[in-house]
């Protein structure tokens, strides 16, 4: 990693040049070696590990620890002081700046892109991030793309690139690349030095332009794109073949220095080659020579803003003031998301620096609407009639990319500031393994307490599953909340609001919690209501709770247990529960809720999870039919060990996806109210005997519903126009 | 979807004019109503769905099915003739395109890319593929980038660059763009077909220069760049709003027809500015005029290789060829991936125009080299002296993205011929929303009899959970396997083979079977043998078997069983039955070992499932320590409903992971020996009053193994060099 032992000493010669606030990204892979020197060097390092002191026996530990058995891993991740970034998965340090620099004006970001990473896909995209920063109200971003050649193997595609077909690719995507190349140090030196001076002068130019109103408004960005051979300054040939600037330096260029008395003596001369007596004392402290070399303010190691420090909690507007009234619980409609825009937009009002929405081009389709009513979506560039509110500076960022929306949002939290991402439920998994890395990147950074918690990632996940009537089975996977259950219980969280006033409450609750990634499930389209602020406020607190007002359990112990979690099996829910007063008007019906997924675990699984005792009281001893919004294994997989758990039956989503109405959806993969009125009456033995006649009903009225859809392509009347009918009082 | 219907029409001009084998893939979303236009046009929609005749009532119902409840996606899908493009998530056309053009040198795959989707990372990578095409053996791929100006809501970011910057960034990535712009039907007619004929003449040039051997090696290919107004010849003005040109034209631009009568009267007269009656005959079918404009023979929508038609299997080498040969289970070390390459080695000298491997610069790391024996990585750029075995058509494709691999793969194998992916573990999360389309995909084609089914989507899951021991946490993530599970039963399977003859066995029927997903896990550090080529074929074959030679349970019924399933799991359960045997000699103790996860299943859960009487033969009735490869939850999720389950314990990765040794991270996860032992122990009534002396000793002995990776940075010797010594007769 000498090029980016070269970068950092340079950018800290700017920083005492000029004064100028950075940060420092590291994307290239197994690169942390070179970052922990630095940050030691600079004395950071030990400050925050001081074990790692800086003396000969801290030294031995710093290299002791480096890919070594409870010690660091070879890639940036959180151990790093100054670091937001987790540099195990390649793809993401382009997007991590870009986020960084958003709200940030004083800031710049420097961002290392390894020339393998820039063949993912994430980074590819990456480089349009440059339209999206303001000139006045942002920091800035210095990509400095390190071409060294190699991947593990294979060259890499932009090494080979000529200097014009490089130039023209960055230059289209609003990138000035500025080129420092050679493999003599001493040259090297001097043109890096040339060359980030006058990046910094161009980007200090751009924004004097832009407060003065002047040049265009998306103007290309300076960037440095840095050739030096890989494995520079390392060993030039091992057994005879060539080492420095080819595949074979990557990683561990002398494999056998513990067996290899050749190899041992190569690498005592490498080392030597660094004349170490000249840079160390005795004590084996940097000499001051060396130390001198760092700033003693900013330093990009102790950026307060890459620890979490000075993060400042939003000031939130009250879910009561947006709440939907309504005479009776299951009685009016209303679009649960767009209801959420009211209380976003006064939210954005609050915190007009600090707060910013992502979304792949459906902040509208989502039906945050509201949130344009005091803000644009994002543009620079070339605009012409018929756009529909775009905005410089908007605070609404829209790219038709999940991996860019992820990663700006991820570097805007990093870096203690506020956001949400929007999408569309099954094209989350776009972004399954970026939401992995971030997950570990909180929960390890959790273990050092120089880091502050940082606000949480909040994601809405709606037009889900239950709802993409036109679009059919690739729209229709409902598995990123498995996928996000799986990562640490410390740090992951799963919200199903039944309707708008707890999506309320559980947004708000997200919007102030810190550490955490929120996956919150909510629906766009007309639904029905059921709590009033109050006893939303309430449900969503306790995450659980038997709707008494919906049971028909009052006055004796129930029968059977109507479970559900998410806004369709909800109202299938009522619906079904609805059905066995009809039918059985003498049968005793628990109607349960549940808002937080993570309630269902026992305690020792999940900070969230509730005792056995408290699991009884809500759940009884009777049996359960649980409709749920995902996979239905996923329950199970939570509430396996609990009391009762025999006589649990999940119903949820199989895998039966099609082009069909919401009806339709619920009776092909079994939550419609019909089959969960059965499914409950089967498990009384009570009402057993009365079980055919109603099976058979049941069975054809929901026959009758599906032969309607497929007829007129939409629900029967009886179903679109449904309301909950069972009482009102609570 | 003007643009699309233009540009079919125009490319079935051009298969007319010079007979050139063509292929279509549609990117745009929403773009399928242009497609089954297209194709009901040409006869072929009728010839697939014989219920939407060429007729006045097809017409009706091919306009009704559209979007519609039991009908078709927006989307281009499997039920459309001649596509191989699931289009539901944006992002992989172009990807999908470059694999189908792969070994097919006699196509030309035209692939129209929506502006938004352009936006996508995935995408914005695929650009790259000009650079892996052959000039000769492969065919060729028009990208037909449609700019239409608009997402949803938002303008695209390309529509906007200039013209100079759009030409910049994609003749730097091997493409020469020519440009179609206007909103004129019949100026954009002619400039398009002059700008067509002459990028299929630089194309034939290209190849003809190729096989002359002149020109480039890597050559700018020709692409188009299409600019018509989205919502083009649709209505202009819609309650005096501009809707032809904005992004109001997205999806439905009359929304009211049903209600308001203005609407339906613009819907209406637009539709009969197409003067239909020129078109259509009385009974509703195209005039001759209309159906001479396509081609006979050569149809994009016939084309057989885009329906799994003339696919040829593959010729396979003998899995006992390649075996691991040892004197007992459980003494000999062999690296099972590197066995697994001198396999396919053969097979790609069997195959060598049909089989192709793809990874993300990890072949060599995950050591199947031997491959590169007998072909090259692919590359055609620039080279230089230490390159590594390139070879302009080397069958090894090695992309730093994951996303290419698996869309080039995807491609390849939707035209029926055959490959793998390999990959490491973790970062396998990085195509988890692909793999979900791509499951989709052969599920929904399954439903079609026209479709015959394509070779499976095979990954070699490698440098896994267990063995990330320098790279750490973000490294460490088994959930792929949950992932791929969670997909239709009909398609998904996920193999766990112990050592490598299993492996060579699982791959043999992995690489013979069609229409699945097969997930194959294995490590490629040096592991111990245990089964020689007979009885790996014998228990590949079952997907789980009891060891009895592992056991001690030959003569008695078990007491308790030692299961596992991967081969980090495997050897710590072996490793546990040899300590038993050591502690409590009279204890009998079966050992199971499970490949095929989904055997796991209910027989009604998963056709793999085996029947409840199967499995109490296996497991018996005693109590069960599961040691499992990945999360413990798959497990219970799997069997949670067979007999013995409350009694089933399982031990499997619970994301504590760092960068430690390979026992200490069993250790911290609990699947060490030790660990395996006492649990064990605890569940044996008869000796659990021996227990407490035992489990301190496991105990201690964990502790010490820990605390010496630590101290050292290696296992202990003891852990190193253990070896099975429990038996060797079967």
Chains 1, 2 share one sequence.
């Not at 980016?4 to 606030?21: S, W």
């Not at 009776?328 to 209801?339: I, K, N």
């Not at 945050?368 to 775009?390: H, M, P, S, Y």
């Not at 659980?544 to 998410?566: F, H, K």
């Amino acid at each position: 990693m000498p090029g980016v032992t070269l970068t950092y000493a340079h950018l800290n010669r700017a920083i005492m040049r000029t004064g100028q606030e950075m940060l420092f990204v590291l994307g290239p892979g197994h690169g942390a070696a070179a970052l922990n020197a630095a940050t030691w060097l600079e004395g950071t390092y030990s400050m925050r590990h001081p074990e790692v002191r800086q003396d000969l026996a801290g030294m031995r530990e710093l290299f002791r620890q480096f890919s070594f058995p409870g010690g660091v891993p070879s890639h940036a991740s959180p151990h790093l002081p100054g670091s937001i970034h987790e540099g195990g998965e390649l793809g993401y340090s382009l997007a991590h700046a870009t986020g960084a620099a958003f709200d940030n004006p004083n800031l710049l970001v420097a961002c290392t892109i390894g020339d393998g990473e820039a063949e993912t896909a994430a980074l590819s995209a990456s480089w349009h991030g440059s339209l999206f920063l303001d000139r006045v109200t942002d920091g800035s971003v210095l990509p400095i793309l390190h071409l060294n050649g190699y991947k593990i193997a294979s060259p890499t595609l932009l090494a080979r690139m000529s200097r014009e077909e490089l130039d023209a690719m960055l230059s289209a995507q609003g990138w000035e690349p500025m080129y420092v190349e050679g493999a003599d140090a001493a040259e090297v030196h001097e043109c890096f030095a040339d060359v980030l001076d006058a990046a910094m002068e161009r980007i200090r130019g751009i924004r004097d332009d832009a407060e003065c109103g002047l040049g265009p408004r998306d103007p290309c960005r300076p960037m440095i794109v840095l050739a030096t051979p890989k494995g520079w300054t390392g060993p030039m040939l091992v057994d005879g073949e060539r080492v420095e600037g080819t595949f074979r330096s990557h990683q561990v260029p002398l494999p056998e220095v513990r067996e290899n008395p050749e190899h041992l003596a190569q690498l005592e001369d490498w080392l030597r080659s660094y004349r170490p007596e000249e840079l160390f004392d005795d004590a084996g402290r940097p000499v001051d020579r060396i130390a001198r070399l760092h700033p003693e303010h900013l330093r990009m190691s102790a950026n307060r803003a890459t620890h979490g420090h000075d993060s400042v909690d939003l000031r939130l507007p009250s879910p009561a003031d947006h709440s939907v009234g309504f005479a009776a619980p299951g009685t009016e409609l209303a679009e649960a998301t767009r209801v959420l825009g009211g209380y976003l937009r006064d939210a954005l009002v609050e915190n007009p620096r600090n707060l910013l929405f992502f979304s792949p081009d459906e902040h509208t389709s989502n039906r945050l609407d509201a949130v344009l009513e005091v803000t644009g979506r994002r543009w620079r560039g070339r605009r012409i009639a018929g756009d529909d509110r775009l905005s410089p500076d908007g605070r609404v960022l829209e790219v038709l990319s999940e991996h860019l929306c992820q990663g700006w949002l991820e570097g805007y939290l990093l870096t203690g500031r506020h956001g949400v991402f929007s999408t569309y439920e099954a094209f989350a998994h776009i972004v399954d393994s970026m939401v992995v890395q971030h997950a570990k990147w909180l929960h390890m950074a959790a273990e050092y307490p120089w880091r502050e918690p940082i606000p949480s990632l909040n994601y809405l996940i709606t037009s889900h599953v239950w709802r993409k009537d036109h679009n059919g089975a690739s729209h229709q996977d409902p598995g990123f909340i498995d996928h996000v259950l799986s990562k640490r219980p410390e740090v992951s969280r799963v919200y199903l609001p039944p309707d708008a006033n707890c999506l309320l409450h559980v947004f708000d609750h997200c919007l102030r919690s810190r550490g955490r990634v929120n996956v919150v499930v909510a629906g766009k389209q007309p639904a029905l209501q059921y709590l009033d602020d109050d006893a939303a406020r309430v449900h969503c607190e306790r995450g659980l709770s038997a709707w008494r007002w919906a049971g028909s359990d009052t006055d004796r112990p129930a029968e059977v247990v109507l479970a559900c979690a998410g806004d369709v099996p909800t109202q299938e829910t009522l619906a079904a529960a609805m059905l066995l007063r009809e039918l059985v008007p003498d049968l005793a019906v628990r109607v349960v809720n549940v808002v937080d997924l993570a309630r269902l675990f026992p305690p020792d699984r999940h900070p969230h999870g509730i005792g056995d005792d408290e699991y009884r009281d809500i759940f009884t001893d009777a049996p359960v039919i649980f409709a749920f919004h995902g996979y239905p294994w996923l329950i199970h997989r939570i509430a396996y060990r609990r009391p009762g758990h025999d006589a649990m039956h999940v119903h949820g989503f199989t895998d039966n996806g099609t082009t069909t109405t919401p009806f339709s959806m619920c009776a092909m993969n079994g939550i419609d109210r019909f089959t969960l009125a059965a499914a409950a009456l089967t498990e009384v033995p009570r009402v057993r005997d009365r079980l055919e006649r109603f099976t058979a009903d049941l069975t054809a009225r929901r026959e009758a519903a599906e032969a309607y859809a497929r007829r007129y392509g939409i629900d029967t009347p009886e179903i679109i126009d449904w309301r909950w009918g069972g009482g009102d009082s609570r």
